[in-house]
């Protein structure tokens, strides 16, 4: 017998929607923990989502350029 899974919403969680020009997962990942979290800092970003702190300068650049998020100080969150 094979099982099929079926998912149900949740009432009162949003999902969040990712920008449709985004195609990195990394750079899709960081936009979701930002979406979920609010704001965090280089070093919350790299120890929540093991990355490392290049790949994320990367990735915060592209997604600051793209006007998709902002940095104020040490903090990055969603525009």
């Given at each position: 017998?094979?099982?099929t899974?079926?998912?149900?919403?949740?009432?009162?969680?949003e999902?969040?929607?990712?920008?449709?020009?985004?195609?990195?997962?990394?750079?899709?990942?960081?936009?979701?923990?930002?979406?979920?979290?609010?704001?965090?800092?280089?070093?919350?970003?790299?120890?929540?989502?093991?990355?490392?702190?290049?790949?994320?300068?990367?990735?915060?650049?592209?997604?600051?350029?793209?006007?998709?998020?902002?940095?104020?100080?040490?903090?990055?969150?969603?525009?």
């Amino acid at each position: 017998m094979q099982g099929t899974m079926h998912s149900r919403p949740t009432a009162g969680i949003e999902t969040p929607s990712i920008p449709s020009d985004l195609e990195s997962p990394r750079a899709k990942l960081v936009y979701l923990f930002l979406s979920t979290h609010g704001e965090a800092s280089l070093s919350e970003l790299e120890s929540c989502l093991d990355m490392k702190k290049i790949s994320l300068y990367s990735i915060l650049s592209t997604l600051c350029e793209r006007g998709l998020i902002d940095q104020d100080a040490e903090r990055y969150r969603l525009c």
